[in-house]
């Protein structure tokens, strides 16, 4: 069976955290909605995480509050339909899943996603994209001897408008694989011949070096996963990065909501065309 790749940023918690940003205050009522964090890679089985927002005065609560654990997740290919069956898993944050094996993503299909819970019915349209091979990596030394980045090298076609993301997974420290800084971007804005810096990711349940720098360690035997993805997929990823790295700048604050391919909710459902290599870094 083909290992699950792990996308999840425990968006459920920053959208508890966020719903009031985009009400006005004039609204006599903050209406709860479904939270969707999901993915289904080329070759591997759909994963959706399902959650509801709350509202901040309401008071943050234990996670497990925000689970939707009854939910119906059904996922189409447009032949096709299968509902998912949800249960516990702690490679995941929070740590209740939906998936099946009785579907397994193929590059080129399109992939509709359709959650429901108490009413509440939330629906997604997403794309993989034929993956794009990964060349090579090599790692760079930082300006400190025991800090590094890695260069993913790999050839796009310019005759296509194309999206990319770099995802890193470091062994026995993340168990997911985390957005590299910088790590979203099109070909519009790159060469044909493409040398990608890659940095160590971070989250709200990395358990290893919260306060570390964005470089990786002499020890480290890491994952890199290059992700073709589609335009909708690219716009969630770049306002989340957006939102990482820039609202923590109080010279420039970011205060956008995430854009969403969510009809009815919150959240991303992506399809991803992958392709992964290792490296140590020695």
Same mark, same amino acid.
């Given at each position: 069976? !083909?290992?699950?790749?792990?996308?999840?940023?425990?968006?459920?918690?920053?959208?508890?955290?966020?719903? $009031?940003?985009?009400?006005?205050?004039?609204?006599?009522?903050?209406? $709860?909605?479904?939270?969707?964090?999901? *993915?289904?890679?080329?070759?591997?089985?759909? #994963?959706?995480?399902?959650?509801?927002?709350?509202?901040?005065?309401?008071?943050?609560?234990?996670?497990? +509050?925000?689970?939707?654990? *009854?939910?119906?997740?059904?996922?189409?290919?447009? $032949?096709?339909?299968?509902?998912?069956?949800?249960?516990?898993?702690? @490679?995941?944050?929070?740590?209740?899943?939906?998936?099946?094996?009785?579907?397994?993503?193929?590059?080129?299909?399109?992939?509709?996603?359709?959650?429901?819970?108490?009413?509440?019915?939330?629906?997604? #349209?997403?794309?993989?994209?034929?993956?794009?091979?990964?060349? =090579?990596?090599?790692?760079?030394?930082? %300006?400190?001897?025991?800090?590094?980045?890695?260069?993913?090298?790999?050839?796009?076609?310019?005759? %296509?408008? +194309?999206?990319?993301?770099?995802?890193? !997974?470091? /062994?026995? !420290? @993340?168990?997911?694989?985390?957005? =590299?800084?910088?790590?979203?971007?099109?070909?519009?804005?790159?060469?044909?011949?493409?040398?990608? @810096?890659?940095?160590?990711?971070?989250?709200?349940?990395?358990?290893?070096?919260?306060?570390?720098?964005?470089?990786?360690? !002499?020890?480290?035997?890491?994952? #890199?996963?290059?992700? /073709?993805?589609?335009?909708?997929?690219?716009?969630? *990823?770049?306002?989340?990065?957006?939102? +990482? /790295?820039?609202?923590? +700048?109080?010279?420039?604050?970011?205060?956008? @909501?995430?854009?969403?391919?969510?009809?009815?909710?919150?959240?991303?459902?992506?399809?991803?065309?992958?392709?992964?290599?290792?490296?140590?870094?020695?």
């Amino acid at each position: 069976m !083909k290992p699950y790749c792990i996308y999840t940023l425990g968006l459920i918690l920053m959208a508890c955290a966020t719903l $009031t940003a985009c009400m006005e205050e004039e609204d006599a009522e903050l209406q $709860t909605q479904l939270v969707v964090e999901g *993915w289904i890679e080329d070759g591997g089985y759909p #994963v959706v995480l399902l959650g509801e927002t709350h509202a901040i005065d309401a008071g943050m609560q234990n996670i497990e +509050n925000y689970i939707v654990r *009854w939910g119906k997740v059904t996922i189409s290919d447009g $032949t096709d339909s299968v509902v998912l069956t949800g249960g516990y898993d702690n @490679d995941f944050f929070p740590p209740y899943k939906y998936t099946t094996f009785k579907m397994t993503g193929q590059a080129g299909k399109t992939y509709t996603l359709t959650a429901e819970y108490r009413g509440q019915k939330a629906t997604a #349209v997403t794309t993989i994209p034929h993956p794009i091979e990964l060349d =090579s990596l090599h790692v760079v030394r930082s %300006e400190s001897d025991t800090l590094f980045y890695i260069k993913a090298f790999f050839e796009d076609n310019p005759d %296509e408008r +194309n999206y990319y993301g770099l995802f890193s !997974k470091r /062994h026995e !420290k @993340d168990k997911a694989f985390l957005l =590299s800084f910088m790590g979203v971007f099109s070909n519009e804005v790159i060469p044909t011949h493409v040398a990608a @810096d890659v940095y160590c990711g971070t989250s709200v349940y990395t358990e290893a070096d919260r306060n570390a720098s964005a470089y990786f360690k !002499k020890g480290d035997l890491v994952q #890199v996963k290059l992700c /073709h993805i589609d335009q909708a997929s690219y716009e969630f *990823w770049k306002s989340y990065s957006n939102l +990482n /790295h820039l609202s923590s +700048n109080m010279f420039f604050p970011y205060t956008n @909501d995430l854009e969403s391919n969510i009809r009815g909710g919150k959240g991303y459902w992506c399809g991803y065309g992958a392709s992964t290599l290792s490296v140590s870094i020695r």
